[in-house]
C-alpha cells in the first residue's frame, strides 16, 4: 500500500512544486519591471513582459528540475537544496543577457526574440535577485509547514538517547527533534 501511495503522492507534489515555482518566478518578474520603471511601466515592457514571460519561465524551471531541485525533499530543505535556486536563475538570466546582446538589434522580424533583446539589464538584474527570494522563501514556508503538520502527529514519540556519535550524533538528534515522524 505504501508503494502505491508513494507513487499516486510525488507526482502531485512535484507539480505543486513546479506550479508554486513558476508562480513566484512569474511575480518576480513582474514586480521585476515594477520596481525598474518605479510604478510607471509604459505599455511597451507590459508587450516585452507577455512574450517574455513564456520563454524565460519554462526555462527557469527546466533549469530548476535539470539541477534536481524537484527531487529533493522540500521538507528536509537545507543550504544545499537553496544554492540550487541562483545557478538555475544565474543561469537562465545568464542566457538571456547573451541573447539580448546577439539578438541587439537583428531579430526585428520575430516578436518573441525582438522583446528578448530589448529587456532591461536592471529588471534581469531585480529579477534574480528577487527570484531567488521568493523561491527560497516558498521553499522555506514549505517546510515549516510540513514540520508543523508532523510535529503535531507523533507528540507521543518514544525518546531515544545517542551515545558516542560525535557531530553526526548531534545532526541526528537535531533531526529526530525537529522531524519526530522519523
Given amino acids: 500500500i505504501e508503494i502505491m ?13 513546479v506550479i508554486g515555482d513558476a508562480l513566484c518566478l512569474a511575480l518576480s518578474l513582474i514586480f521585476s519591471y515594477w520596481i525598474r520603471f518605479e510604478g510607471q511601466v509604459a505599455l511597451g515592457h507590459w508587450r516585452e513582459l507577455r512574450y517574455l514571460l513564456p520563454i524565460l519561465l519554462p526555462l527557469q524551471v527546466a ?21 540550487r535556486v541562483p545557478l538555475a536563475l544565474g543561469g537562465s538570466t545568464s542566457l ?30 531585480i529579477h534574480f535577485l528577487m527570484g531567488c527570494g521568493l523561491l527560497a522563501t516558498f521553499r522555506a514556508v514549505f517546510r515549516y509547514h510540513e514540520d508543523s503538520r508532523m510535529s503535531g502527529a507523533n507528540s ?9 556519535a560525535g557531530r553526526a550524533g548531534v545532526i541526528v538528534a537535531k533531526e529526530f527533534s525537529k522531524h519526530p515522524g522519523l
Fill in 96 to 125: 538571456l543577457v547573451i541573447a539580448k546582446v546577439l539578438l541587439q538589434g537583428e531579430a526585428q522580424s520575430l516578436a518573441a526574440f525582438a522583446s528578448i533583446s530589448t529587456v532591461p539589464f536592471g529588471v534581469l538584474a
Fill in 5 to 17: 501511495l508513494f507513487s499516486w503522492v510525488r507526482p502531485r507534489r512535484t507539480a505543486e512544486k
Fill in 63 to 83: 533549469l530548476l528540475y535539470g539541477l534536481g531541485s524537484y527531487r529533493s525533499v522540500w521538507r528536509f530543505t537545507s543550504v544545499d537544496d537553496l544554492a
Fill in 156 to 164: 507521543n514519540a518514544p525518546r531515544a538517547i545517542l551515545v558516542g
